[in-house]
Nanobody, 124 residues
Framework: QVQLVESGGGLVQAGGSLRLSCAAS????????MGWFRRTPGKEREFVAA????????HYADSVQGRVTISRDNAKNTVYLQMNMLKPEDTAVYYC?????????????????WGQGTQVTVSS
């Protein structure tokens, strides 16, 4: 089992920045690829970014490319999502997830463990 706890969400004005954190406990953190997803009421869950277990490979959704950076600190069992130039359409609940696949999945169904989510609200 892997337990994931997100933090760092909040209310920010458009153009602002937030850094989300996801602390993991349980199994060996570096064995898991980590991803960030988001969900807005009435919409399907959306992939945001993902990173390999070593941190050497990352993937981003087109909608956030250039504005968002995913990183991880395996010594601290934590993955981060730095979000800059936030837009109102970035408003959502953000979830981190862990996958035991060797590749870096961008589809939610390939993730084994999920956090409870943290709300990000971007005002215009």
């Amino acid at each position: 089992q892997v337990q994931l706890v997100e933090s760092g969400g909040g209310l920010v004005q458009a153009g602002g920045s937030l850094r989300l954190s996801c602390a993991a406990s349980g199994r060996t953190f570096s064995n898991y690829a980590m991803g960030w997803f988001r969900r807005t009421p009435g919409k399907e869950r959306e992939f945001v970014a993902a990173i390999s277990g070593s941190g050497g490979s990352t993937h981003y959704a087109d909608s956030v490319q250039g504005r968002v950076t995913i990183s991880r600190d395996n010594a601290k069992n934590t993955v981060y999502l730095q979000m800059n130039m936030l837009k109102p359409e970035d408003t959502a609940v953000y979830y981190c997830a862990a996958s035991n696949l060797r590749v870096v999945p961008t589809l939610g169904r390939w993730y084994n463990y999920w956090g409870q989510g943290t709300q990000v609200t971007v005002s215009s």
